[in-house]
């Protein structure tokens, strides 16, 4: 029982009763106190609890009944009782929170755990979240919780919230501190870069001077050292790289030769001279030319250029169509006699007067005719992945949104001017993904872009920021109307049950202005909502400051009236004409739909009470089997087990478990608590207590293995175990049909 306050009751009204009452239903459970803490709180709101100087808590002054540590440890660490320090002797004061749960505690007692060890496993249970570790949970349940909203929560909250600042302060001053300390090495780096880069110009040029004097003494360098130059009797020094897929270029002396396949895959390898005439088809090494022989084609061609002799053109061997952009800037191809690849001129029929046109004769097995589409006409990605060498190991991510010439990116996805500070990927894959997200980026953007017209539509409205929070509020249906006023109820994001209330002027102009609509739902209730001309401004308001487009005014706006007649406030006992009957309908509706879902409830209550007094065929079968001579531990145990599973449906038809613990020691169990399939939490009724008491005696420890299968949780160093009710009943039903062919069998052995 809970202590009686010495020499002063809690004197409350009626309302601030029923107020304590659905606070302490709504709290307590979560809370998870007991009978022994409530009665030391008590004890100490009516002043009997003292501390000595060795920090004992007795429950008078003096000699008096020594109070449990534990106990006095728990609510002093929730902050509902106050201790004296060390070393002091005195009263121990009860907090402000500490009254407020004592109020709680005596106006539910019910609610409260019989015990410590039920108390805590209460307050495991509420710990235990998606985000906590059963661990955790139990660290936390060994402390009491501060009172929900209350002063000791209010401290702790600001404590943490300093604690954030101060760390909010330290992240910015290191995050400074690395700024510093990055553009001092950037900057060493770009020194070091450009005196590097100075060095390598120095040492190229000196080395192409000393490259001219050597050449004006008549010398070359070889791998021997300097050679003295013999006029015929060395060769061309022709350069072979690879310029990317398909193109590979030769450099001598300044002219560029193209070594490609023009005509696609199906082509040979062609050199193309500076003068875009073919010189000839060079030999191939796994798919790629083969640099000796374009070395000696290209030195070929170079002396014949020398010589100023004609060089023969390469012709197509076979008939095949040839790209028109290769025929450009070439000397026109040699006559073939088979006709095939010969240009001629025809008059155009229906062109303008004077106009010829070019007719390729073309084989059979190369059709002519427009490029596929996804081929020709498809544009390159505007973020995309670029190699940075010809073997592609080294990769990086540009985009050509961000200049007039495509910039790379860095690893955070920001366009850097520099080449060499993008960030490097060995993965052609990688950087095209990071090319992706880039894109995605920029299209996250683009969806706030807005067109002028919106704009300007936007900064004519000129909500303030009061106003555009109504009208949010009333588009979520949080606006209420009143006697009292405006109010809008629930509007914490991370907090329930937190009202505002709203300016009196404030809603009735958004309605004269068009941006809203009232509704009556109750007598002396009026909702709001949005009209499509409130629901067009807001979101126009909200993308324009999403943008930057618009900015707050510091009032509110004045907008146009387009109603013809004033507002009626409630507040001064105005309504409109029907406003009255159609409240009073809408609350007579609901009033008769929840006088009907009562009805049905209590039906439904009823035809349960009915069923529950009424065992069923399956429960007697199992007591008749139970009751039977010469059964063994384990089949009593799995058909105990079943019966609990029916007996507990019979009596709570949604339950999916239920949960046995040891009272007094091992072997003695009984059923005390039943969930259903959200793990809703009920007491086992009285009857069915009764009903299973002396079939819960069957799970013994002996055939402990059978009905531990039988469970989902088996916690056997507390002495708790959830029983699964269905495995139960199917384990029972394949125990029944098992005993019923081992009579079977008796009974023929018997008649043979």
């Known amino acids: 029982m809970l202590a009686a306050p010495a020499g002063a009751e809690v004197e409350n009204s009626g309302a601030d009763r029923w107020l304590d009452v659905s606070n302490a239903r709504t709290e307590l459970p979560r809370m998870g106190w007991c009978t022994g803490l409530a009665d030391v709180l008590a004890a100490t709101y009516s002043g ?75 307050r495991v249970r509420a710990h235990h979240t998606g985000r906590t570790s059963k661990q955790s949970a139990r660290d936390q349940a060994r402390h009491l919780a501060p009172l929900p909203y209350g002063e000791e929560e209010k401290r702790r909250r600001a404590a943490q919230m300093r604690q954030i600042e101060q760390w909010a302060k330290e992240l910015q001053a290191t995050r400074e501190r690395l700024a510093a300390e990055q553009a001092k ?12 880069w100075a060095r390598i110009q120095q040492e190229a040029e000196e080395r192409q001077a000393e490259e001219d004097d050597r050449r004006d003494e008549g010398l070359v360098m070889s791998e021997h050292g300097p050679q003295e130059i013999v006029m015929g009797a060395g060769l061309r020094r022709v350069t072979v790289t690879r310029v990317g897929s398909g193109l590979w270029n030769a450099v001598v002396r300044g002219a560029v030769y193209e070594v490609s396949k023009e005509g696609g895959e199906a082509w040979p390898w062609l050199v193309v001279a500076p003068d875009q005439t073919r010189i000839g088809v060079c030999s191939v090494i796994n798919d790629a030319p083969y640099a000796a022989s374009v070395r000696n084609i290209v030195r070929t061609h170079a002396d014949t250029l020398v010589c100023r002799e004609t060089f023969p053109e390469w012709s197509q061997p076979y008939a095949a169509a040839e790209p028109e952009g290769t025929r450009q800037g070439r000397s026109a191809a040699t006559d073939d006699t088979s006709g095939v690849g010969q240009t001629t001129k025809e008059p155009e029929p229906n062109g303008p007067e004077g106009a010829d046109r070019a007719v390729t004769a073309v084989g059979p097995s190369s059709p002519v005719g427009p490029p596929a589409v996804g081929k020709a006409y498809s544009s390159a990605a505007r973020a995309r992945a ?82 555009w929070r109504t009208l949010g509020w009333i588009r979520d249906g949080k606006v209420r109307e009143t006697s009292d006023g405006f109010s809008a109820y629930d509007i914490s994001p991370d907090r329930a049950d937190v009202s505002k209330r709203i300016r009196k002027t404030l809603v009735p102009r958004l309605w004269a202005a ?33 943008v930057s487009a618009v900015s707050e005014p510091e009032k509110d706006a004045r907008h146009a009236a387009v109603k013809n007649s004033r507002y009626r406030w409630l507040s001064a006992g105005e309504t409109w004409t029907g406003e009255q009957e159609k409240a009073q309908a809408a609350a007579d509706a609901e009033q008769s739909a929840n006088e009907q879902a009562a009805a049905l409830r209590a039906a439904e209550e009823m035809a349960a009470a009915e069923r529950a007094a009424i065992p069923t065929v399956d429960e007697l079968t199992l007591l008749e089997a139970l009751n039977a001579d010469g059964l063994d531990a384990g089949a009593a145990a799995v058909l105990s087990a079943a019966y609990i599973g029916h007996m507990v449906i019979r009596h709570r038809s949604g339950a999916t478990s239920a949960r046995l613990d040891e009272r007094t020691g091992r072997g003695d169990r009984r059923v005390t608590r039943t969930y259903n399939v959200n793990d809703v939490e009920k007491p086992i009724t009285s009857a069915a207590d009764e009903a299973v008491g002396e079939v819960v005696a069957n799970l013994t420890d002996a055939a402990a293995e059978q009905w531990h299968a039988l469970c989902t949780w088996v916690d056997e160093r507390y002495g708790v175990y959830q029983l699964d009710l269905a495995a139960a009943i199917d384990a029972g039903a394949a125990v029944l049909v098992a005993l019923a062919e081992q009579e079977t069998a008796e009974v023929a052995g018997a008649a043979e």
């Open 514 to 546: 068009g941006f809203v609509k009232v509704f009556a739902v109750a007598p002396g209730v009026r909702e709001f909502g949005l009209t499509d001309e409130g629901a067009r401004a807001l979101r126009l308001w909200s993308t324009a400051l999403r």
């Open 386 to 467: 670029v190699a940075l060498d010809l073997v592609g190991s080294r990769w990086v991510a540009e985009c050509d949104r961000h200049g007039p010439v495509p910039m790379g990116l860095s690893k955070l996805g920001d366009a850097v001017a520099d080449i060499a500070a993008a960030y490097v990927y060995d993965i052609e894959q990688d950087a095209a993904d990071a090319a992706r997200a880039h894109l995605d980026a920029h299209a996250r953007e683009d969806a706030d872009v807005m067109a002028p017209e919106d704009i300007d539509a936007a900064q004519a409205l000129n909500l303030s920021r009061v106003q």
């Open 48 to 122: 009997d609890l003292h501390a000595d100087t060795s920090g004992i808590v007795r429950r008078r002054e003096g000699q008096g009944r020594r109070v449990r540590a534990n106990v006095v440890e728990l609510l002093a660490s929730g902050g509902y009782i106050a201790v004296p320090r060390a070393g002091r002797r005195g009263p121990v004061t009860i907090t402000p929170d500490g009254v407020t749960a004592h109020r709680w505690c005596s106006a539910a007692p019910d609610l409260l755990h019989a015990d410590h060890r039920a108390a805590y496993w209460a």
């Open 185 to 196: 090495d950037d900057a060493q780096a770009e020194q070091n870069r450009a005196a590097a």
